[in-house]
């Protein structure tokens, strides 16, 4: 497995405090199968100064400690991308990163407010080549009044990140709501931890696949944590990786909505989410 985003680096965000708390994490992942981590800080001008020469100085010394302590874990840069303005310009100045220098780029907004101009920012990196990812999009609060524009920028061709831990209930109900309903939608493409710790937000992503597993089977969950990742990290182009499956039938609906509950009712999975979140 591959995970495109985490905050693994010590001591750059509000992520992995030190070495120590890097190198547990970095044995989690190697527990897990996890082959590779993109580690991405927040750029967040006011809050979090980085830089991409910072991560990538920062990236280099955890790999080669990381090598020195026999954790066989590779390591690549990225950057929890904030809105700002150019941002397209920041890409390209190398103060903003993209995932390990490829077309594929991580862009966090606000999470209660949704920016007014916020499809015309991906609209912009898509013109650019890039291929925009929208990180956690079923954490953020405003998703809640504002779906239609995550249906619009996944039909324009942005990718959507969901996070491990909001299938398995960890940011509560809502979140493992809309993580539940995208996937079963076909509008999730990564699936990632956004780890920050080995205890309150670990390295989860084995017990996320086999969550999502649950919804829309192996095949799905198997490219949403290897074959997409790890086309990014080739720099693929969007249309040579599998399209996000979803649950492509009624029939199919029922069938994992049954494995997932472990009933044998029947139920669609949204029509008992629902009843769960009245």
Same mark, same amino acid.
């Given at each position: ?140 609060? /405003? ?15 942005? /990718? ?17 709501? /809309? ?100």
């Amino acid at each position: 497995m591959f995970d495109l985003h985490s905050h693994l680096l010590p001591g750059l965000d509000d992520g992995s405090p030190n070495m120590g708390v890097s190198f547990e994490m970095a044995r989690a992942y190697v527990d897990q199968g996890v082959l590779c981590v993109v580690c991405t800080p927040h750029i967040l001008p006011g809050l979090y100064h980085n830089t991409g020469p910072d991560i990538r100085e920062a990236a280099a010394s955890l790999q080669r400690s990381l090598d020195e302590a026999g954790i066989p874990l590779h390591i690549a840069t990225g950057a929890d991308n904030h809105i700002v303005p150019d941002f397209v310009e920041g890409l390209r100045r190398g103060h903003l990163l993209s995932l390990d220098d490829t077309a594929y780029v991580l862009v966090e907004p606000p999470h209660h407010i949704a920016p007014a101009r916020l499809e015309d920012l991906f609209f912009s990196l898509l013109v650019a080549g890039y291929v925009p990812i929208l990180t956690h999009p079923e954490r953020l609060t /405003w998703i809640e009044g504002k779906y239609d524009v995550i249906e619009r920028l996944v039909a324009r061709g942005v /990718w959507m990140q969901l996070t491990a831990g909001s299938l398995l209930g960890r940011f509560g109900r809502r979140p493992r709501y /809309w993580a539940q309903r995208m996937l079963e939608e076909g509008r999730a493409h990564i699936l990632a931890t956004d780890a920050h710790d080995n205890t309150s937000r670990p390295p989860d992503l084995l017990r996320g696949r086999e969550a999502a597993a649950k919804i829309v089977g192996e095949t799905e969950a198997y490219n949403l944590v290897f074959a997409r990742p790890l086309g990014v990290l080739k720099n693929l182009r969007s249309g040579e990786l599998p399209e996000p499956e979803g649950i492509t039938s009624e029939d199919d609906h029922d069938a994992r909505a049954v494995q997932t509950s472990g009933s044998g009712h029947g139920r669609g999975l949204r029509e008992r989410m629902r009843r769960f979140l009245a």
